[in-house]
Nanobody, 128 residues
């Protein structure tokens, strides 16, 4: 069974940089996709970025392109999210998730129900 553990969250000032990590275990699918989501107070969970783990190609939420970078280290089974030039609107709980079989491919990348396991989240707070 997949297990995901996020870390790296914290407080950062506007314009700063933060790198989130997600240690993954328990899945060996050759076509797995992983993603980062975030949920701010009073708002719905939204997709941030998605990556096909074996290839490394990625898809981003349009509003976040250019500021966030998702990567996956196959050697350590760790997913990363590099956040640059952060803004107060980036304040949220950030979650990683895994789609173990990737049957949908790039269709509906941020549909929560396609993901089979979720981490517990790591809080990011951006101050102005």
């Amino acid at each position: 069974q997949e297990q995901l553990l996020e870390s790296g969250g914290g407080s950062v000032q506007t314009g700063g940089t933060l790198r989130l990590s997600c240690a993954a275990s328990g899945f060996t699918g050759n076509n797995a996709y992983m993603a980062w989501f975030r949920e701010a107070p009073g708002k719905e969970r939204e997709g941030v970025a998605m990556i096909r783990t074996r290839v490394g190609d990625a898809h981003y939420a349009e509003s976040l392109k250019g500021r966030f970078t998702i990567t996956y280290d196959d050697a350590t089974s760790t997913l990363y999210l590099e956040m640059t030039n952060v803004k107060p609107d980036d304040t949220a709980m950030y979650y990683c998730a895994v789609d173990r079989d990737g049957s949908l491919g790039w269709v509906a990348p941020f549909m929560p129900k396609r993901y089979h396991a979720w981490g517990q989240g790591t809080q990011v707070t951006v101050s102005s």
